[in-house]
């Protein structure tokens, strides 16, 4: 389990997730009913409520789906944060949908249906950059 405060819990639902990227990996829960994947980590499928997921290496292909642009510091951050930085939801090839950070890129670059790989941030966080 990660010791930064700036990371999201591991749970028991999200600790095959945590320990992947941790190794520079990026897992999903794939349902073993219906092989639907599925973000965010949980122990039951959203799509047909089965339980007992199959975590699987995916592609860390995507696109960007809709994104805003951080101007300011509006709340305490670290100062390493760079700002302007941009929140984006990413549409997985897999098919999920899911919020990250896109970088490696100037904010003004961002665009709708720009390709994206995933890459590893801090706290072994996956964030996007421009593929």
Known sequence: MTDNVF???????????????????????????????????????PFCGASDPDWQE????????SYTIVPLRMRPVPDEWPVPYVVALVELDEGPVLMSNVVGCAPEDVHIGMPLQVTFGDADVPVFRPA
């Open 58 to 65: 995916v592609s860390g292909k995507a696109q960007v789906y």
């Open 7 to 45: 990371a999201p819990p591991e749970t028991e639902a999200t600790a095959p997730f945590w320990e992947a990227a941790r190794t520079g990996r990026f897992v999903l829960p794939r349902c073993r009913s219906c092989s639907e994947f599925f973000h965010y980590p949980r122990l039951f499928c």
